[in-house]
């Protein structure tokens, strides 16, 4: 596992436009973003990125100020970046995920299905071959999958360790392919995950974990005939055959977003070959957190069906697994929760900010029930304000929101409903109108607190700005994607897809893989702040000495004294400068934690290749396909 460095905040030089006017990538992503949905941005930097989005913003006439969304990309930049994990090492590196007290309970507690009666079954194998096609990818195939587990020594001894020790023999192939789907256990990687997650945002107390989510959907084909979907029911039942759960999907990609291809559109197969995507499968639409670009929580459905629908039980799981203090600010997303459903359910049962790209649909609310006194004739398309009287669109100068309180003062839990009234846009009127509302329940999309436009006072400007950075990074998700396509192997097209039939199954293997993501950024950082390692790695500097002849540990920046003090345990004493103390619990959670708190879980040689850096920036974020500005 090889340590990479979080990104940079934008650094933008005044004399950058002109470097990159002609730049062959700028030009190729503005295309796109005029339009040209085929130009897939891969080599863009954060600075080119910035540079483009205020040049169409300005192309377009948007109130976008450049230096508030300056000061949003870096606000926004995320505080953590994924380590590489290394095929020559896998089994190392799954020692090293495996060895966080948090996997060991998930280990522990991960136990398939069984019958009323007789002993309880041996799935050390099943979870073996799970842990390899999930979280190594070396392959999409099983087969390959087994043969790892069973001729890499080193990954099989772990297994093994995993399971309470003693020699075990591997049950054949088929034996372990048919424990895949009794292994299925999406709700406790949730509860994993989110732990996780929560320990991060304890170790970076400043990076703004949890505060600002993205959610986003993915295309998963399921290993069966990728034909279109019925004429009818029992044609369709017929085509799903041995994957009843796989559901046929089409999207056409245009320049206002994508859409379903209708049934009556089946005949047009070169269209959304050539202009979208097709499959037959299932969809993963994830909640991500962005600062750590790391998932949340997730789910795996039938493709047929709207993936929007998806972010009702992902944030009902993600409220119950957080806790009491869960309150983000925003969640970030596509067009295709930017709803009126969706919009109300998070601002008035959670009390979150919805960031969604505008859709273009062609609505006009009547607005006269929701404007007092009649004051407010219409909503223009960005959402802003027209007056009654003069006809003329006007500038937002705050929006108001309820309180997360009950009747007797206490906090809402999120589910619950607060008071859907006291959610208020105010703009005003330069002729004599004075200052007007409408309330959001006009139309939950257009009227938001993060508005779709820029004109208005500085506290507006700087929502759309933060409106139009998360936006862009939305970029995160796109990760998310490529390391479980590219550095997994799952959710792949064509031949290299996952050739595994039963949804149980599938979604198993896609709970492993992202909660390895999880679990593998977290190792890294323990790893660099020596928690639970007994020995300081080789290879470094030689660190000065104390009176009494020990090591003396090192002595941070000044940023990072005041983070580990805030976050971190403290720091070892000079007569046991060579481990790290922590309280018995977490002692005995940790493989080899001793009881007086020595937790010799890597060996020095481990942390030494754990603690590698980069000699340039570490990580390129990867770029989102179809980012696009709000109107």
Known sequence: MEHRNAPRPVNFKRSLPARLKHDPQVIKWAQRLAGNAHMRPKDLSEEQLAFVMLEVAKRRGDELD???FLKAMAETTPALAAPKLERQRLAEDLEL??????????????????????PAPDYATGRGLAVVLGMSGVSAHADDAYAELTQNRAIWKLVERLSGGGRRIPHSYENATKQLPRLACHDRALATNVQMIRELARLHPDA??????????????????????????????????VCPEAGARAIIHASNGKRNVAAGERGSANTYLAKGKFWRGYYLV??????????????????????ASAIIPLMSDLARLWGEDFAPELIAGDSAWDEDNWCRMLEVEYGIHPVFRLHHADRRPDVSKHSRDGTVAAITPSGRLVCAAHRQALPMVGAETARRVDGAGDRLRPG?????????????????????????????????????????????????????AMLTRLNGMEGIWQRLQGGKKLGTDDADRTRIRRKEAHDLLIDLALLSMTAATLADVRAQRQIGVSTPPRGKAAQPSTANGSTAPPSPSPKTAARMTASSPSPPSATTATTTTVNAAEASAYPGGESTGSLPVLSSEQLARARRTEPSRARADSLLPDLMIDV
């Open 286 to 307: 994830c909640i991500a957190d962005q600062a750590s670009g790391l998932p949340l929580v997730w789910q795996t459905m039938d493709a047929s069906r709207d993936e």
């Open 208 to 241: 703004g974990i949890g505060e600002r989510l993205m959610i986003d959907g993915m295309a998963v084909p399921a290993w069966c005939a990728q034909v279109r979907a019925g004429k009818d029911e029992t044609e369709e039942r017929a085509r799903r055959g």
């Open 66 to 68: 450049r230096d508030l």
């Open 416 to 468: 619950k409903t607060s008071d859907e009234s006291a959610f208020r846009i105010r703009a005003e009127c330069s002729k004599g109108c004075g200052r007007l509302g409408l309330k959001m329940q006009a139309d939950w999309s257009r009227l938001t607190y993060y508005p779709h436009h820029g004109h208005g006072a500085g506290a507006i400007q700087w929502r759309y700005a933060m409106r139009q």
């Open 97 to 118: 995920i495996w060895s966080q007290p948090e996997m060991r309970t998930f280990w522990d507690g991960w136990d398939g299905a069984r019958a009323k009666r007789g």
